[in-house]
C-alpha cells in the first residue's frame, strides 16, 4: 500500500522558519519525484517543489525560490521542505504526493496553470500558518 505521511506544519510569525515531513512507503523511493504542494483558504492547489530521490533534481515554484529548500534522506524514505524567510501568502494546507513522472510533477511545479489532480499518490495535508 502506497502512503506518504507528511509532518511538521504549525503556527510561525512572518521571517520564521518552518520544516516538513514527508515519509513514503510502498512503493521505491528513487523511482518517483515527491515533493509539496499547497492550497491557501479560497485559492487553488498549487505546485510547491519536487525533488527526484535518485538523482537529487529539484523543481520549485517561482514563488518559494531562493526561500524553500527540497531534499531527501534515502535510508529514512523521507522528503524535506526546509522553508525559511515564511511570508502570510505561504499559509495553506501542505500536502506531499509522488509521481513517477519527474517531468509531470515539475510541469505542474513550475506552470501555474498546469493541472494539480493527476498525480499518482497523496498524502494527507499539514497546516502552515504564517502570522503576520
Known amino acids: 500500500e502506497v502512503q506518504l505521511q507528511a509532518s511538521g506544519g504549525g503556527l510561525v510569525q512572518a521571517g520564521g522558519s518552518l520544516r516538513l515531513s514527508c515519509t513514503v512507503s510502498g512503493f521505491s523511493f528513487g523511482d518517483y519525484a515527491i515533493g509539496w504542494l499547497r492550497q491557501a483558504p479560497g485559492k487553488e492547489r498549487e505546485g510547491v517543489s519536487c525533488?527526484?530521490?535518485?538523482?537529487?533534481?529539484?523543481y520549485y515554484a517561482d514563488s518559494v525560490k531562493g526561500r524553500f529548500t527540497i531534499s531527501t534522506d534515502n535510508a529514512k524514505n523521507t522528503v524535506y521542505l526546509q522553508m525559511n524567510n515564511l511570508k502570510p501568502e505561504d499559509t495553506g494546507v501542505y500536502y506531499c504526493?509522488?509521481?513517477?513522472?519527474?517531468?509531470?510533477?515539475?510541469?505542474?511545479?513550475?506552470?501555474?496553470?498546469?493541472?494539480?489532480?493527476?498525480?499518482?499518490?497523496w498524502g494527507k495535508g499539514t497546516l502552515v500558518t504564517v502570522s503576520s
Open positions: 525533488i527526484k530521490a535518485s538523482d537529487g533534481r529539484t
Open positions: 504526493a509522488a509521481d513517477a513522472s519527474t517531468a509531470y510533477f515539475a510541469e505542474v511545479v513550475t506552470n501555474p496553470e498546469a493541472g494539480t489532480t493527476g498525480l499518482d499518490a
